[in-house]
T-cell receptor
């Protein structure tokens, strides 16, 4: 079991560029989440999904889009990156509303 | 609305001493409470949770947490700290059937040898 994996691990973007972060889980979890972690602010929820084909906004959704075309994958897109999106991004999954399992994170820098 | 507070950014404790990391929460209904640990450059790992039942919850690596409804607290404890316990600890809360989990800002625990 690989658990939750994230691709890529690191990325540097210039302002205005776009990119997609991929999250994959092999635990057959229905629920998946994208968070960002910034110093002193804990984790903030960007978007989440409660099943294939469904997505919902979290606490800080602006500037991000997501898609859940397959149950095991949850994609996070940045259409036009801004320096304020420099952060560490974590994906997580859970069996319904039980404890969440996290991926190793993607460190994104926008210059 | 649900919220959680971790009043201490940093906690230092000597190896072998008991440790406590504090967490208070605010919800309108029944709370579901979680503790996670994060080691440097890693994702968060689940430690323990309170859903219902016994107020003292036991989790991984010898950690436990005490749910106190009257004080709206869920403090993380360990009887004897190890240097390897040094990490960033997050408390999180979910209210009832809410789908979103709200995290505290984290407490950096340093265990001194």
């Amino acid at each position: 079991n690989a658990g939750v994996t994230q691709t890529p691990k690191f990325r540097v973007l210039k302002t205005g560029q776009s990119m997609t972060l991929l999250c994959a889980q092999d635990m057959n979890h229905e629920y998946m989440y994208w968070y960002r972690q910034d110093p002193g602010m804990g984790l903030r929820l960007i978007h989440y999904s409660v099943g294939e084909g469904t997505t919902a906004k979290g606490e800080v959704p602006d500037g991000y889009n997501v898609s859940r075309l397959k149950k095991q994958n949850f994609l996070l897109g940045l259409e036009s990156a801004a320096p304020s999106q420099t952060s560490v991004y974590f994906c997580a999954s859970s069996y319904l509303l039980r404890e969440q399992y996290f991926g190793p994170g993607t460190r994104l820098t926008v210059t | 609305a649900q919220s959680v507070a971790q009043p201490e950014d940093q906690v230092n404790v000597a190896e072998g001493n008991p440790l406590t990391v504090k967490c208070t929460y605010s919800v309108s209904g029944n709370p579901y409470l979680f503790w996670y640990v994060q080691y440097p450059n890693r994702g968060l790992q689940f430690l323990l949770k309170y859903i219902t039942g016994d107020n003292l919850v036991k989790g991984s690596y010898g950690f436990e947490a005490e749910f106190n409804k009257s004080q709206t607290s869920f403090h993380l404890k360990k009887p004897s700290a190890l240097v390897s316990d040094s990490a960033l600890y997050f408390c999180a809360v979910r209210e009832g059937s809410a789908r979103q989990l709200t995290f505290g800002s984290g407490t950096q625990l340093t265990v001194l040898p």
